[in-house]
Antibody
Framework: EVQLVESGGGWVQPGESLRLSCATS????????MHWVRQAPGRGLESVAT????????AYGNSVKGRFTISRDSSKNTVYLQMGSLKPEDMAVYYC???????????WGQGTLVTVSS | DVVMTQSPLSLPVTLGQPASISCRSS???????????LSWFQQRPGQSPRRLLY???NRDSGVPDRFSGSGSGTDFTLKISRVEAEDVGVFYC?????????FGQGTKVEIE
């Protein structure tokens, strides 16, 4: 069974940093591109970052470029999102998602909430 | 970024009746390999998104056949042939042709 389990969310003040983790199981992690997608309270879905299967290439949404870094560790089947210079508008539930061969997310984690407030 | 525009944003429906959601993209979603990377997701209250359809009209495993997708280029439609109580939630279209992935605003389906 494919599982994606996010962790690391919490409350931080503006300007601070936080690292999210997404532990995966049930599939060959090293063969899939992975994504982080976020959802602000009561709002829609926004792509944050993606990393290809071997970790050699990454891409970011415009609103987080230069502040967030996505990475992966194939020895731990885990993808990370290092978030820096956090702003109140970064407050959201952050989902980890697996991209399949259809160019879409076939599996999603349960999400982890990041609160940015002074 | 590609803009995805859904309508309506709110859709009251009667149990057993059909429902339809429109999704339009600001650019053609035809990928370089000829596929159109348009997906539909359902998000039930308090849950993560769940994919229903991929590449416009292909149903995911376990998705009831009352859900269908159609369209091409920039205009797409999700149809529910007969709405059931478990269909309440917010439905999103998403394009995967260009980075970043972009989503429609969401259509909230509720039972009248």
């Amino acid at each position: 069974e494919v599982q994606l389990v996010e962790s690391g969310g919490g409350w931080v003040q503006p300007g601070e940093s936080l690292r999210l983790s997404c532990a995966t199981s049930g599939f060959t992690f090293s063969t899939y591109r992975m994504h982080w997608v976020r959802q602000a309270p009561g709002r829609g879905l926004e792509s944050v970052a993606t990393i290809i299967s071997n970790g050699d290439s990454t891409a970011y949404g415009n609103s987080v470029k230069g502040r967030f870094t996505i990475s992966r560790d194939s020895s731990k089947n885990t993808v990370y999102l290092q978030m820096g210079s956090l702003k109140p508008e970064d407050m959201a539930v952050y989902y980890c998602a697996r991209e399949d061969q259809t160019g879409s997310a076939d599996y999603w984690g349960q999400g982890t909430l990041v609160t940015v407030s002074s | 970024d590609v803009v995805m525009t859904q309508s309506p944003l709110s859709l009251p429906v009667t149990l057993g009746q059909p429902a339809s959601i429109s999704c339009r993209s600001s650019q053609s979603l035809v990928y370089s390999d000829g596929n159109t990377l348009l997906s539909w997701f359902q998000q039930r209250p308090g849950q993560s998104p769940r994919r229903l359809l991929y590449k416009v009209s292909n149903r995911d495993s376990g998705v009831p056949d009352r859900f269908s997708g159609s369209g091409s280029g920039t205009d797409f439609t999700l149809k529910i042939s007969r709405v059931e109580a478990e269909d309440v939630g917010v439905f999103y279209c998403m394009q995967g042709t260009y980075w970043p992935w972009t989503f429609g605003q969401g259509t909230k389906v509720e039972i009248e």
